[in-house]
């Protein structure tokens, strides 16, 4: 049995139906049951426990010979609390392996923002006793669908990556779920800590996301760096004060160079998922000139 905690995700969906075409049983843990749907139609168990309730994680966990984990980005006291329970309930279910879904720049010991709270969130999992891959996974392509509507209808793309001609690692979200079906199914038996790197084929700047909405759009969309001091007041539009502070830190990160990335000399995998083919379904009325 291998359990995936978040399986109704892009990542956690894609490792459960990679796993399922494998032919192995998968539970699927949700916290909203009415998200079961797609799972249970490719056979997957469902068990349903909140992020925070461990002794309900502990049950659903039962049994698992492997658990995928993943923690939801938030804010600072809601992603610490999100650690503790997943630590506890596996401490105590005790599976023979855990892949734990990290972030680039978690094995950075100052504070960066959001990749900070993955690096406590993977010591505090390196105190289990049971073999761990920690899967750090680059930014996800299908981020940028929260700012494609701005482009569609103004021709600028918001960028908080700054210069918008640098280059930076990113992934196809289900690529890297297909990765981590792929660790889970093939574990390297030599070793209790795994830790592997997952970007995809090349690197992307804004310029280029910019370049490929216009392709498939069929008409010009600029890139334009959001100035600094409006960052917290945009990353407020959907996210708490403490989750938009952790992005701030971040992309100051980001911007500064070589702290989101891969740690010296770390195991990379690569995913196949373009730039434009994990955009295409995120503009519905696109006309693809290509």
Not at 161 to 185: K, Q, R
């Amino acid at each position: 049995m291998y359990t995936i905690v978040g399986a109704a995700g892009k990542v956690g969906y894609s490792t459960a139906l990679s796993l399922r075409k494998a032919g192995v049983a998968v539970r699927a843990i949700l916290r909203d049951e009415s998200k079961a749907g797609p799972l249970s139609e490719i056979g997957c168990d469902i068990a349903l426990a909140d992020l925070q309730d461990t002794t309900a994680l502990r049950w659903a966990i039962a049994n698992a010979d492997a658990v995928q984990v993943i923690l939801p980005p938030d804010g600072v006291g809601e992603m610490r609390r999100s650690i503790e329970s997943l630590a506890g309930a596996l401490e105590q279910a005790r599976p023979n392996r855990v892949l734990a879904i990290s972030d680039y720049g978690a094995h950075v010991s100052e504070d960066i923002g959001m990749p900070t709270l993955f690096h406590i969130f993977e010591e505090r999992l390196r105190q289990l006793e049971m073999p761990k891959v920690f899967l750090r996974s680059a930014e996800h392509m299908q981020g940028w669908g929260l700012v494609i509507p701005l482009a569609i209808a103004a021709g600028i793309l918001p960028s908080f990556h700054d210069p918008v001609e640098m280059e930076f690692p990113t992934i196809s979200a289900p690529d890297l779920g297909l990765i981590a079906a792929d660790l889970l199914l093939h574990p390297d038996a030599g070793t209790n800590l795994q830790v592997v790197h997952a970007e995809g084929s090349r690197r992307y700047s804004a310029n280029d996301v910019a370049a490929t909405l216009s392709q498939l759009l069929g008409r010009a969309v600029t890139a334009q760096a959001v100035p600094r001091l409006q960052w917290q007041e945009n990353f407020e539009r959907f996210l708490s004060e403490s989750a938009a502070k952790l992005l701030v830190d971040l992309y100051d990160a980001h911007n500064k160079g070589g702290l989101v990335d891969v740690e010296t000399n770390g195991a990379v995998r690569y995913g196949t998922t373009s730039l434009i083919d994990a955009l295409r379904p995120l503009v519905p009325t696109a006309v693809d000139t290509n």
